[in-house]
Protein backbone atom coordinates (compact mmCIF):
# COMPACT_ATOMS: atom_id res chain seq x y z
CA UNK A 1 0.00 0.00 0.00
CA UNK A 2 0.90 3.81 -0.10
CA UNK A 3 -0.29 6.47 1.55
CA UNK A 4 -2.19 9.63 -0.80
CA UNK A 5 -2.24 12.87 -0.09
CA UNK A 6 -4.89 14.92 -2.58
CA UNK A 7 -4.85 18.77 -2.94
CA UNK A 8 -6.07 21.63 -4.80
CA UNK A 9 -9.70 21.46 -4.24
CA UNK A 10 -11.87 24.55 -3.35
CA UNK A 11 -14.19 26.58 -4.52
CA UNK A 12 -14.66 27.66 -8.12
CA UNK A 13 -16.92 29.73 -10.08
CA UNK A 14 -19.09 27.72 -12.86
CA UNK A 15 -16.66 27.49 -15.61
CA UNK A 16 -13.41 27.72 -14.12
CA UNK A 17 -10.66 25.00 -13.96
CA UNK A 18 -9.11 23.61 -11.25
CA UNK A 19 -5.94 20.91 -11.17
CA UNK A 20 -6.14 18.84 -8.49
CA UNK A 21 -2.48 16.72 -7.26
CA UNK A 22 -2.13 13.14 -5.52
CA UNK A 23 1.34 12.52 -3.84
CA UNK A 24 2.30 9.26 -2.69
CA UNK A 25 4.35 8.41 0.08
CA UNK A 26 6.46 5.63 -2.04
CA UNK A 27 8.88 5.50 -5.12
CA UNK A 28 6.68 2.42 -5.46
CA UNK A 29 3.92 4.06 -6.87
CA UNK A 30 5.24 4.60 -10.12
CA UNK A 31 4.47 0.88 -10.47
CA UNK A 32 0.71 1.57 -8.93
CA UNK A 33 -1.99 2.43 -11.81
CA UNK A 34 -3.75 5.35 -9.91
CA UNK A 35 -7.28 7.07 -10.72
CA UNK A 36 -9.40 9.62 -9.42
CA UNK A 37 -13.09 9.30 -8.05
CA UNK A 38 -15.52 11.82 -6.74
CA UNK A 39 -18.38 11.50 -4.77
CA UNK A 40 -21.24 14.41 -4.45
CA UNK A 41 -23.70 14.46 -1.35
CA UNK A 42 -25.85 11.66 -1.22
CA UNK A 43 -24.63 9.98 -3.85
CA UNK A 44 -22.22 6.87 -4.35
CA UNK A 45 -18.40 7.79 -5.08
CA UNK A 46 -18.13 7.26 -9.37
CA UNK A 47 -14.97 6.72 -11.22
CA UNK A 48 -13.84 9.80 -13.24
CA UNK A 49 -10.65 8.23 -14.72
CA UNK A 50 -7.30 6.26 -14.43
CA UNK A 51 -3.87 6.52 -16.25
CA UNK A 52 -1.71 3.52 -16.42
CA UNK A 53 1.80 3.14 -14.68
CA UNK A 54 4.09 4.44 -16.98
CA UNK A 55 1.17 7.07 -17.91
CA UNK A 56 1.22 5.42 -21.50
CA UNK A 57 -2.21 4.93 -21.47
CA UNK A 58 -5.77 6.43 -19.69
CA UNK A 59 -9.57 6.30 -19.69
CA UNK A 60 -12.25 7.99 -18.43
CA UNK A 61 -15.44 7.77 -17.44
CA UNK A 62 -17.95 8.73 -20.84
CA UNK A 63 -19.89 11.23 -19.14
CA UNK A 64 -16.76 13.12 -18.67
CA UNK A 65 -14.94 12.52 -21.54
CA UNK A 66 -13.53 16.03 -22.47
CA UNK A 67 -13.35 18.49 -19.72
CA UNK A 68 -10.88 15.93 -17.07
CA UNK A 69 -7.82 14.96 -17.84
CA UNK A 70 -5.51 12.96 -15.32
CA UNK A 71 -1.73 12.75 -15.91
CA UNK A 72 0.91 11.48 -13.65
CA UNK A 73 4.79 12.56 -12.47
CA UNK A 74 6.25 9.64 -11.43
CA UNK A 75 9.69 11.70 -10.33
CA UNK A 76 7.28 13.55 -8.16
CA UNK A 77 5.15 10.32 -6.70
CA UNK A 78 2.39 12.85 -8.33
CA UNK A 79 -0.80 12.46 -9.76
CA UNK A 80 -2.67 14.89 -11.64
CA UNK A 81 -6.66 15.85 -12.63
CA UNK A 82 -7.23 19.12 -14.49
CA UNK A 83 -10.59 19.80 -14.53
CA UNK A 84 -11.83 22.12 -17.13
CA UNK A 85 -14.93 23.98 -17.56
CA UNK A 86 -16.60 23.22 -13.86
CA UNK A 87 -20.20 22.68 -13.57
CA UNK A 88 -21.76 23.01 -10.06
CA UNK A 89 -22.85 18.99 -11.05
CA UNK A 90 -18.88 18.60 -10.26
CA UNK A 91 -19.21 19.56 -6.64
CA UNK A 92 -18.09 16.26 -4.80
CA UNK A 93 -15.41 15.17 -2.66
CA UNK A 94 -12.92 13.95 -4.91
CA UNK A 95 -10.31 10.97 -4.45
CA UNK A 96 -7.50 10.13 -5.44
CA UNK A 97 -6.60 6.03 -5.80
CA UNK A 98 -4.18 3.82 -6.30
CA UNK A 99 -4.37 0.13 -8.07
CA UNK A 100 -2.41 -3.20 -8.55
CA UNK A 101 -4.75 -3.84 -11.84
CA UNK A 102 -5.73 -2.22 -14.67
CA UNK A 103 -8.66 -2.25 -17.41
CA UNK A 104 -11.95 -3.63 -16.32
CA UNK A 105 -10.18 -5.17 -12.87
CA UNK A 106 -8.61 -1.55 -12.08
CA UNK A 107 -11.29 -0.57 -9.73
CA UNK A 108 -10.79 -4.70 -7.70
CA UNK A 109 -6.74 -4.00 -7.42
CA UNK A 110 -7.09 -0.29 -5.54
CA UNK A 111 -5.30 -1.20 -2.54
CA UNK A 112 -4.85 2.59 -1.21
CA UNK A 113 -7.19 5.59 -0.66
CA UNK A 114 -6.49 9.43 -0.10
CA UNK A 115 -8.26 11.34 2.13
CA UNK A 116 -10.18 12.97 -0.57
CA UNK A 117 -10.65 16.73 -1.10
CA UNK A 118 -13.45 18.77 -1.55
CA UNK A 119 -14.16 21.23 -4.54
CA UNK A 120 -17.43 23.07 -4.96
CA UNK A 121 -18.58 24.96 -8.11
CA UNK A 122 -20.69 27.38 -7.15
CA UNK A 123 -21.11 31.46 -7.98
Known amino acids: QVQLVESGGGLVQPGGSLRLSCVAS????????AGWFRQAPGKEREFVAAITWSGGNTYYADSLKGRFTISRHNAKNTVYLQIQNLKPEDTAVYYC????????????????WGQGTQVTVSS
Open 97 to 112: AASTAWGTNFAAGIDS
Open 26 to 33: RRTFSTYA
